[in-house]
């Protein structure tokens, strides 16, 4: 991963608006995937932005469902008219009257269209789990390198603890043989994206996102040591990858909601960082977890590493003001230093912005991280 002793570089989490006409990815026609990919990386050139991808264009912008695909070893189930996990939880229970009015009005996130609105579908694992998907990750990863070349430029993939939520086990003897399992089959993905010349990005907003779910009920004991095995399983896929080719996000679910009951960061962070990475990823800027930069007065950022924490985010259709960016970004650099951090979002702005709102935000994510490069000195 690219540092500089120039100014404070910038990225983002991944996914990005298709194109604002309606054609193209946005209309579902994958036929201008390479021309559709360049646009979007021209765009992220154009707005300043140092380490760019391809928007998450080749995954249709799913973080998940776009391995319903590439997995072999599952089936589709039934069940039951049992609500789905991420429609459960202490904050839908808290605030139930809002997810009515919400879900009523698809308001929990933006889609344009129907496009992503369909509810995902629960797998069950009925025989031993592989990889089938090296034909579509081939083409995603050239899609990719055509668009943006190799240079200072990210591939999103999934962590086995996130893919593991859709997925039941009725075929390994253990929870932890499966999510191993999801691991060694994820390890194609991990590998060929990091040998290709591109920065893997391991996305893993499940891991935390699931204490409101089954967490709570579980105690912090019990729940850390759950989490602390599948960031295990993610090394074990991770292993003959050096650690400098990737970059880790964390984050507590991009849904417009309370987010009342987030497990706090401070709970987390020391599992977080002993994931084989050297960068991780953050939320940092929206109304929930920005107070967290305080934990960096107490936790040591390890010797190498670099930090990465949302300056602007998906949370709140308001653009952020540059000096507020600026701000968020030398309160982590007393924390981290300057040479250890990257100005990033709090989530994928794709799906979860109104595509004006989105571009606007990381524009101001770039004019604050030069506005906070010329307070700290460089």
């Not at 893919?163 to 390994?172: C, G, H, I, T, W």
């Amino acid at each position: 991963m690219r540092r500089s002793d120039t100014h404070i570089l910038s990225t983002h989490v991944g996914a990005l608006p298709f194109v604002e006409d309606g054609k193209g990815l946005a209309a579902g026609d994958r036929s201008m995937l390479k021309a559709d990919i360049a646009a979007v990386v021209a765009r992220q050139r154009e707005l300043g932005i140092d380490i760019v991808n391809e928007g998450e264009y080749a995954k249709n912008g799913d973080w998940l469902r776009y391995m319903e695909t590439r997995f072999g070893g599952f089936a589709d189930v039934e069940t039951s008219g049992e609500k789905p996990l991420i429609e459960t939880g202490k904050d839908r229970e808290e605030f139930a009257g809002f997810y009515k009015y919400a879900g009523e009005r698809g308001t929990l996130f933006y889609m344009p269209g129907t496009l992503g609105a369909k509810r995902r579908p629960v797998q069950a694992c009925v025989g031993p789990v592989v990889y089938t998907g090296v034909d579509d990750l081939n083409e995603e990863i050239a899609a990719a390198r055509a668009g943006a070349g190799t240079t200072d430029a990210f591939l999103t993939s999934t962590a086995p603890a996130s893919l593991e939520v859709y997925r039941l086990n009725k075929f390994y003897k253990s929870d932890e043989e499966y999510v191993y399992a999801i691991a060694e089959a994820m390890r194609v993905e991990y590998e060929s994206i990091a040998n290709s010349g591109l920065i893997l990005q391991v996305d893993d907003a499940w891991l935390p996102a699931l204490w409101d779910r089954i967490g709570i009920g579980m105690g912090m004991r019990r729940f850390r040591a759950r989490c602390e095995m599948r960031v295990e399983a993610l090394n074990h896929a991770l292993r003959d990858i050096s650690e400098d080719r990737i970059r880790y996000h964390l984050c507590w679910g991009s849904w417009h909601g309370p987010h009342a009951f987030d497990l706090e960061l401070e709970h987390i962070v020391d599992l977080m960082l002993k994931v084989k990475a050297q960068g991780y990823l953050i939320e940092g800027a929206n109304a929930r977890h920005e107070h967290e930069h305080e934990v960096w007065s107490r936790v040591k950022l390890p010797d190498g590493k670099i930090l990465i924490p949302g300056v602007v985010t998906h949370s709140t259709d308001i653009v952020e003001h540059p000096e507020l960016v600026s701000q968020r970004l030398q309160r982590y650099a007393r924390h981290v230093g300057r040479e250890n951090l990257i100005a990033g979002t709090d989530c994928g702005l794709g799906w979860r912005c109104h595509p004006e709102i989105a571009w606007a935000k990381l524009k101001a994510m770039t004019d604050g991280a030069r506005l906070a490069s010329k307070a700290l000195g460089f």
